[in-house]
C-alpha cells in the first residue's frame, strides 16, 4: 500500500464526506435504522452521532484499517459500543451470520466497492427477514451538461478516491 492510499487518502476522504451540506442526508438514512445495524463502508464513523437509541449494536466494515482507526476514535468519543471489521463489502466477514441484521447502512460507499452487486447480495444474505436496507449514493445526472463531467472526470476521481489501483 503506496503513502498516498494509507495517509493522505483517508484524510481526504473524511474531509471530502464531512461536508455539511451532506448531513440532512446522512440523518435521514441513519434516523430510520434500528436494532442490530451493519453500516458498510463505515469509513472514519461519520455516522456514528446520527444512530439513535433504537440501535442496539453498530457493526461497521471497511477495507481500510486507517478509516476503520478514525471510526474507533469516532466511536470512543460518542461512548458507542461499535464493533469494526476489516473486510471487503462483497465478502461480508463471517462473524456476521445469516438473517442476523435489523439494518444494513451503506452511505456513498457503493461508487468505490469493486463489485457493487456482489455487495448487495451479501447485504440481502445477512438482513433478517423483513429488515432494511437504507443508503444514500449519487448516480449519473439527467442533466446532459453535467453527465458529460461526469464521464470524462471519473477515471480522475476513480484513481484519486483509490477505487481503481
Same mark, same amino acid.
Given at each position: 500500500?503506496?503513502?498516498? @492510499? ?7 476522504? %473524511? ?46 466494515v471497511d477495507v481500510s484499517p486507517e478509516l476503520l482507526a478514525m ?16 473486510? #471487503? ?57 453535467? @453527465?458529460?463531467?461526469? %464521464? ?8 484519486? #478516491?483509490?477505487?481503481?489501483?
Amino acid at each position: 500500500m503506496g503513502l498516498y @492510499a494509507r495517509y493522505l487518502l483517508p484524510r481526504l476522504t %473524511d474531509l471530502t464526506m464531512s461536508r455539511k451540506l451532506l448531513l440532512p442526508y446522512r440523518q435521514r438514512v441513519i434516523g430510520g435504522a434500528a436494532g442490530r445495524v451493519l453500516e458498510i463502508g463505515i469509513g472514519s464513523g461519520l455516522n456514528l452521532p446520527l444512530y439513535s437509541d433504537a440501535v442496539e449494536e453498530v457493526i461497521g466494515v471497511d477495507v481500510s484499517p486507517e478509516l476503520l482507526a478514525m471510526a474507533e476514535r469516532a466511536a470512543q468519543r460518542r461512548g458507542l459500543g461499535v464493533r469494526l471489521l476489516e473486510g #471487503s463489502a462483497e465478502h461480508i466477514p463471517s462473524a456476521i451470520t445469516d438473517g442476523s441484521i435489523d439494518t444494513v447502512v451503506v452511505t456513498w460507499a457503493l461508487c468505490s466497492i469493486p463489485d457493487a452487486r456482489a455487495a448487495l447480495v451479501e447485504a440481502h444474505r445477512v438482513l433478517r427477514p423483513n429488515g432494511s436496507l437504507r443508503f444514500v449514493e449519487h448516480g449519473r445526472s439527467p442533466d446532459a451538461s453535467v @453527465a458529460w463531467w461526469q %464521464d470524462h472526470l471519473t477515471p480522475l476521481w476513480r484513481r484519486c #478516491s483509490g477505487a481503481v489501483t
